[in-house]
């Protein structure tokens, strides 16, 4: 089967963009045709990618409302040049299926017309309620033709049912992890004991300024634990300057951005994972890769991640992100070690047995077959 992946900024940091890597590579690796079609990166390439086929970068068009000020949007979308030459692209890699992953909602209406154009089945995936933009609830009406909707989530699926026709019956596919990547794990980083947060670095999306105020409650109670931030983003200023204010600053570290290697050996020796998010994850796939090291969670009781964080069992679910709250959730774990390691072991179990990136592409693969012309058999399948 030939496979086109439509997502943007592909070789950026982003769970989408882990996605849609893993899911490539995975087909790849079953024998299947993939070939990805993604917008330009803003900057320098910083994640390192597994999919080693073709990717061809051009700009996916955004639709924009009409306006009084922008009467030339009357003009039909399909006439643009950037348009043809999506169109063109997508004609050319005579795919069977094309699975888009745009996050944006101002780009379905290309993508969606890109397929129409080249007769070729949509798949369209939903991540989240963030990606709006100017268009906003309209551009859903462009996925009406879909061959089929995925739904990272059940949250995710239930927060389109109202306004997208066909978000009822959208298939939840959830998120996967890469069971060898605990065993790709370094020696330990930093010298001393710590929770680890993995997130970019924007307040309006992450409570991360939260984390910090939590932390510099319990600090004093626990001198020997440092807070360790991974990731980047417009605001790592003003949290440096927050754990500076906040007389925590030399045991808040912020590491950056840091490689997967990296990523995987900071996960591996944390005592605990937090991230605490101001609007609902569509999953949050750090959650998983830090349950499948062996590492229980703090996250905030919204989205995705009731799905796949037990409260109680596998982590600790807060409800308002108040730096009180996070205070008693990151105290309750670290003194009780046991049930810390108990915990610990229960979320690997669960991530091993249910979030793996082999299952995923096998679910995916029975969508596309189901929305081939014919609905014909697979060429081959994924050895579970």
Request: charged share 20%; net charge positive.
């Amino acid at each position: 089967m030939r496979i086109l992946l439509i997502c943007e900024a592909f070789g950026s940091i982003g769970g989408v963009q882990e996605v849609v890597d893993n899911l490539a590579a995975e087909l790849s690796a079953a024998g299947q045709q993939v070939a990805i079609v993604s917008s330009p990166e803003s900057g320098a390439r910083t994640r390192t990618i597994r999919f080693g086929g073709e990717c061809r970068y051009m700009e996916i068009p955004s639709r924009r409302p009409l306006t009084l000020r922008h009467l030339e949007r009357l003009w039909p979308q399909s006439v643009s040049s950037q348009m043809r030459q999506f169109s063109a692209a997508i004609a050319a890699l005579r795919p069977d299926v094309v699975s888009s992953h745009c996050w944006s909602w101002d780009r379905f209406p290309a993508v969606a017309a890109g397929c129409r154009r080249a007769g070729v089945a949509l798949v369209h995936s939903l991540f989240d309620s963030w990606g709006r933009g100017k268009m906003g609830a309209a551009a859903l009406r462009s996925l009406r033709g879909a061959a089929a909707i995925v739904a990272l989530s059940e949250a995710t699926r239930r927060f389109f049912e109202p306004i997208l026709p066909g978000a009822r019956a959208a298939r939840v596919i959830t998120g996967g992890v890469d069971p060898g990547g605990p065993q790709s794990a370094g020696a330990r980083l930093h010298p001393r004991p710590y929770i680890f947060c993995a997130a970019r670095l924007d307040r309006r999306h992450k409570a991360i300024d939260a984390l910090i105020a939590g932390f510099a409650l319990i600090a004093r109670g626990a001198s020997e634990v440092d807070l360790l931030i991974g990731g980047d983003g417009p605001d790592r200023g003003a949290l440096e300057a927050l754990a500076n204010a906040a007389g925590v600053g030399n045991r808040v570290r912020f590491t950056g951005a840091v490689s997967r290697s990296e990523l995987w050996t900071l996960y591996q020796h944390a005592l605990l994972f937090a991230m605490p998010s101001r609007m609902p994850e569509g999953l949050g796939l750090v959650f998983l890769e830090s349950m499948a090291c062996g590492v229980p969670v703090i996250g905030t009781r919204s989205g995705g991640t009731t799905e796949i964080v037990d409260d109680g069992g596998t982590g600790i679910l807060i409800d308002n992100n108040s730096p009180q709250e996070l205070a008693s959730a990151m105290r309750r774990m670290l003194d009780d070690p046991a049930a810390r390691a108990a915990m610990g072991q229960r979320a690997r179990a669960a991530v091993l047995s249910r979030f793996t990136w082999n299952r995923f592409a096998q679910q995916y693969l029975e969508v596309y077959s189901s929305c081939t012309r014919g609905n014909r058999e697979l060429e081959s399948s994924i050895e579970p």
